[in-house]
């Protein structure tokens, strides 16, 4: 059985509701911190790492607080990004796919879609573009040509208990995951879910396919056996609060999403 873990690099506590949700249902624009994560699966010698997270230097202009690379938040639950075989990017957003120079030695699994989308006609609309930044998606298209990228077309299972889900919606190729652990599935939501809330159908304003974005919702908490909170959702704070830390001096940075491997 898998043990999963998710690790925080990055924090911006200066977003407000109005940030993250389309749909205003009330006028208290309350502050709403959105904090990010990269998530790693482990079974004995065996190491699968989802996305590779922002560089140090957007976080300011973006306003967010920087805390660790994503490496070095791997690292901190012993493991070296520099050795890590398999890297799944869930979707090429620059806070997901804009650090994938620190997994030298690593296959990239991607979505046919997503790679269609991040270099196709949707580049041409602002709108669509503005969450990808030109130089990660090259250094994908780099990977592609040094023959480090395996391609999925909708569902797969790279490896027993680990399903790739295509969910789309958020991004053309967006991925979620379904990874058996010993206390029952844990479904990595990536961007399909940003927050809890956003489960609940209260979209993320960046949409490329609103109907592949509420469909989602529900295929996330069936895969998660019909319960919401088996769901870890991309950018929710709640997420290091929830679930236990992945060892001593790790509160706040790394947490563990499944019982111990089995
Ligand atoms: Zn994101």
């Not at 690790?7 to 959105?34: C, M, S, W």
């Amino acid at each position: 059985m898998w043990e999963v873990f998710a690790v925080k690099y990055a924090e911006n506590t200066g977003r407000r509701r109005r940030n993250h949700f389309i749909v205003q249902d009330d006028l208290h624009d309350t502050p709403h911190p959105i904090f990010y994560y990269v998530w790693a699966a482990r079974r004995g010698g065996t190491v699968v790492v989802f996305d590779t997270g922002f560089a140090r230097e957007l976080a300011a202009p973006r306003g967010a607080t920087y805390e660790r690379t994503p490496a070095e938040a791997l690292a901190a639950i012993g493991i070296d990004a520099a050795s890590v075989r398999d890297v799944v990017i869930t979707h090429f957003h620059y806070d997901h796919a804009g650090g994938i120079a620190a997994f030298p030695n690593a296959r990239f699994h991607v979505q046919d879609a997503e790679m269609a989308y991040a270099t196709g006609r949707c580049m041409l609309h602002a709108h669509l573009k503005k969450p990808f930044i030109c130089e990660d998606v090259t250094a994908l298209v780099r990977a592609l040509y040094d023959g480090r990228m395996v391609f999925h077309d909708g569902d797969a299972e790279p490896w027993p208990g680990i399903r790739l889900m295509r969910i789309g919606g958020h991004s053309a190729g967006l991925m979620s995951a379904r990874i058996d652990t010993a206390e029952g599935p844990v479904v990595l939501a990536s961007d399909a879910a940003h927050f809890w809330e956003t489960l609940a159908g209260e979209p993320f304003p960046i949409v490329y396919d609103m109907r592949a974005v509420l469909e989602g919702y529900q295929r996330l908490i069936r895969e998660a056996g019909g319960d919401p909170n088996r769901v870890v959702p991309g950018h929710d704070p709640a997420v290091i609060r929830r679930y236990p830390s992945a060892g001593p001096g790790l509160e706040g940075v790394a947490v563990r999403l499944s019982g111990p491997a089995s």
